[in-house]
C-alpha cells in the first residue's frame, strides 16, 4: 500500500478505541442492573451446563516490589513480602465461597491462569499453597492448561520446577523491551541473560510454550531499538509473542507521567514500528494468529486458530473455549458467558469483604438477548476474522452502514450478510470491531476511555 493511502488511513482510524477482551466492554457495563445474588445464580445456571468441560481460573496476584511506569495492570508496589500468606489466605476462602455456589463434590479444572502484578513476587513455597489448595478435592481435565505470567529478573529455578511439579506447562515472560534507553524510562529491568536463564530451566525441566510479551509504541523506542529487541528474542527461541501496543492512559494510569506525549512514537511512526516487529516476527516462522498475537506453527495457538477453536477474554487470546471462567483477588474478573462480575480493587476492601465471608464483587453486567449475538460478532471478528451475520437480528442494518466507509477504505469486505476483515484490515482490527459495537455508537465520550487503536 502506498505511504500517502497509508498514512490517510492512519489519521482517519487513530481514534480511541476498546481491545475488545469482551463485550460490552467495562465502561458500558450496566452495574445499576447487577448484583451479587444475580452473579451467584449465572455462576450456577451456567456451570451445570458446561461442567463437563472443565472451568477457568484466573488468579490475580497484585503485588510487585517496583513501578514499571508504562504499566496499566491493577498493582500494588512494597518490598514487604508478609503480604502474601494473608492475600492467598483470603483468595482461598474467596474460592471456597465459589465451590458452594457450584455444589460439586469434584471440580473439572479446565485452566489455571496467574497474573498481575508479578506473580513471581510471591515465593515459590506459597504459590505452591495457591495452587494446592485450588486443586485440593478436584481433578484437572485431560487436556488442562495451566500457565503463569513472571518476570525475568525475578523467576528463579524454585518457582519454575514448583509449578511445573503442579502441572503448569505455560509460562509467558514479560519482556516489553531490551533497550536499556527505554528499561530506564519504563523502569523495567531486566537483561538478555536474565530471560535465557529462565528459558534454559524452563525447557529443561518439560514447559511446552513459552510466551514473549513485547510492547510497540513504548517511550524512546526507535526502529533500531525494536530491531534489536526482535532479534534477541527471535534468538531465545519462544513459541509464542504477544507484540502489544503501548496504551497511553495517564489519566487512569498516573505513574505514566514520569514521561510525556513528547517521548513516545505516534501516528505513522508508531504503526511502522508495529510493521517492522510483526515482518520479522513471521519472517522466522511465526504465524498472525490474531491481534498482536504470533505463534509457531507447531503451537497450540496458531492450531486454535486454523480449527476455529481460537477465544479471545480478559487475558487475551487463548487456544480453548470455557464456559466459566472464576477470577479470584483483587480487580478479577470473571465471566459466565451470559454475565460478567469485577472484585473490587482495593488490597484492603478484598480483605475485608472476604473476612465477612461475602463474594468481593463490586460490579457487573447481565448480558441481554442484543449484548449476546454482539459479542458473537465481535468474538468471531477477532478470532476468525470474519463474521455471519444472523438472519433477523434488528442491529444487522446498522451494522452494515457503519461498514460502509471502512468497506470504501479496503479494510474489510462485505458480501451479503458476511464481513471479512481484509489483509489491510488487520492493523484496523479494533477499528472494525467499532462497527458492531452497538453500546459505543450511543455515546460521544469515548476520549477517556480507551487508549487510541494505533
Known amino acids: 500500500m502506498e505511504t500517502e493511502i497509508l498514512n490517510k488511513l492512519i489519521n482517519k482510524y487513530n481514534v480511541a478505541a476498546p481491545r475488545y477482551t469482551s463485550y460490552p466492554t467495562v465502561p458500558f457495563w450496566e452495574n445499576e442492573k447487577f448484583n451479587a445474588a444475580d452473579w451467584k445464580d449465572r455462576v450456577a445456571l451456567n456451570f451445570s451446563r458446561s461442567k463437563d468441560k472443565g472451568i477457568s481460573i484466573y488468579v490475580h496476584l497484585p503485588y510487585c516490589e517496583s513501578l514499571c511506569t508504562y504499566c496499566g495492570c491493577n498493582t500494588r508496589i512494597t518490598k514487604n513480602h508478609k503480604v502474601e500468606d494473608p492475600y492467598i489466605t483470603s483468595l482461598l476462602k474467596e474460592w471456597n465461597m465459589y465451590k458452594e455456589i457450584l455444589q460439586e463434590e469434584k471440580l473439572k479444572i479446565a485452566e489455571i491462569h496467574l497474573g498481575g502484578g508479578t506473580p513471581t513476587f510471591f515465593t515459590a513455597e506459597n504459590l505452591h499453597r495457591l495452587i494446592a489448595g485450588l486443586l485440593e478435592g478436584n481433578e484437572k481435565t485431560t487436556d488442562a492448561s495451566f500457565s503463569f505470567e513472571a518476570h525475568p529478573a ?37 537483561t538478555v541473560e536474565d530471560v535465557a536463564r529462565v528459558m534454559e530451566d524452563a525447557r529443561k525441566l518439560g514447559y511446552e510454550s513459552i510466551n514473549f510479551d513485547l510492547i510497540y509504541g513504548l517511550p524512546l523506542q526507535t526502529a533500531e531499538s525494536v530491531k534489536m529487541t526482535i532479534e534477541h528474542a527471535m534468538k531465545l527461541n519462544p513459541d509464542r509473542i504477544s507484540f502489544y501496543s503501548y496504551a497511553h492512559v495517564p489519566w487512569i494510569k498516573p505513574g505514566q507521567r514520569k514521561f510525556t506525549e513528547h517521548d513516545l512514537p505516534v501516528g505513522e511512526e508508531k504503526l511502522n514500528l508495529y510493521k517492522l516487529g510483526k515482518q520479522m516476527i513471521q519472517d522466522h516462522g511465526f504465524q498472525d494468529v490474531g491481534m498482536d498475537h504470533f505463534a509457531k506453527a507447531d503451537d497450540a ?14 487475558m487475551g487470546y487463548a487456544d480453548r473455549y470455557t464456559p466459566l471462567l472464576i477470577g479470584l483477588g483483587v480487580s478479577s474478573i470473571s465471566d459466565s458467558w451470559t454475565a460478567f462480575a469485577q472484585n473490587v480493587k482495593t488490597v484492603e476492601e478484598y480483605h475485608e469483604l472476604i473476612g465477612q465471608g461475602k463474594l468481593p464483587v463490586v460490579k457487573g453486567h447481565i448480558l441481554n438477548e442484543e449484548d449476546l449475538v454482539i459479542r458473537e460478532y465481535i468474538l468471531d471478528m477477532m478470532c476468525r476474522g470474519k463474521v455471519q451475520l444472523k438472519d433477523g437480528f ?26 471479512q476483515i481484509t489483509e489491510v484490515g488487520k492493523s484496523f482490527l479494533r477499528n472494525v470491531c467499532m462497527a458492531f459495537d452497538e453500546r459505543l455508537q450511543k455515546t460521544k465520550e469515548r476520549e477517556n476511555l480507551f487508549s487510541q487503536a494505533i
Open 301 to 314: 495457538l496458531y492450531l486454535a486458530s486454523m480449527d476455529g477453536t481460537l477465544h479471545r477474554n480478559f
Open 154 to 190: 525475578n523467576t528463579t529455578y524454585e518457582h519454575l520446577k514448583t509449578l511445573n511439579e503442579l502441572g503448569f506447562k505455560r509460562l509467558s515472560l514479560g519482556i516489553q523491551d531490551f533497550d536499556e534507553n527505554v528499561q530506564y524510562i519504563i523502569n523495567r529491568h531486566q
Open 394 to 419: 434488528e442491529v444487522n442494518e446498522k451494522i452494515l452502514i457503519r461498514l460502509i466507509p471502512l468497506k470504501a477504505d479496503g479494510l474489510v469486505e462485505v458480501d451479503d450478510h458476511t464481513i
